[in-house]
């Protein structure tokens, strides 16, 4: 890729956090080789100091000269969740080129077209800074989400928008405020975290 050419490219950071799983971490990243997008990408795996030799499994599997670039970090100890993914966070942000910010579980596999539905969006609505992506059961089919869900708080409880339902009624999903996004899937604006 020409220098030009790369002006022109937007970077989305991809930040998965691994804590004793390493196959659904490397599903999860099977998953992200196979995005069909032409957006840049960077993928950043923090292990959370695991003790099953999921660090040295994913080592084995990182190449350097591998397209999507990958990193693989590993922390002094378990962080948890925010700790983990903050410190993939701050790696994604020492590139200036990077517009936006993919926090995935490790859990979690990703639809070819995925990335550049996100990116769609994105363009579309200047004026928000994270978005929620369509979460569906594996093994169920049914939805578990169509981007966040609603917090009631006189009942201390949550309801997640389209829960429950069949993939093909996630196109009926409206542009809705919700309460919080599933973390599972987070697509965030690289300035919100710069921001903050």
């Not at 410190?87 to 979690?108: H, K, M, P, S, Y």
Request: glycine share 8%; hydrophobic share 40%; with cysteine.
């Amino acid at each position: 890729m020409n220098t030009e050419t790369h002006r022109n490219v937007s970077i989305t950071a991809i930040c998965v956090l691994n804590w004793n799983n390493y196959p659904a971490t490397r599903r999860c990243l099977r998953s992200i080789m196979r995005l069909v997008t032409s957006n840049g990408i960077r993928v950043i795996v923090v292990d959370n100091h695991s003790d099953d030799g999921s660090y040295e499994l994913l080592r084995q599997g990182v190449d350097s000269n591998r397209e999507p670039q990958l990193t693989l970090l590993r922390t002094d100890k378990n962080r948890g969740y925010a700790g983990g993914n903050n410190i993939a966070i701050r790696a994604a942000l020492e590139g200036d080129d990077v517009e936006f910010i993919w926090i995935l579980n490790n859990d979690t596999q990703v639809a070819p077209a995925a990335l550049d539905a996100l990116l769609k969006c994105a363009r579309k609505r200047k004026d928000v800074g994270v978005w929620g992506s369509t979460l569906v059961n594996q093994e169920s089919g049914r939805l578990e989400s169509a981007g966040g869900c609603f917090y009631y708080s006189f009942f201390a409880a949550y309801r997640c928008y389209l829960a429950g339902k069949t993939v093909s009624e996630a196109p009926q999903a409206r542009d809705v405020p919700l309460d919080y996004i599933s973390g599972a899937s987070m697509f965030v604006r690289s300035n919100v975290f710069r921001d903050v």
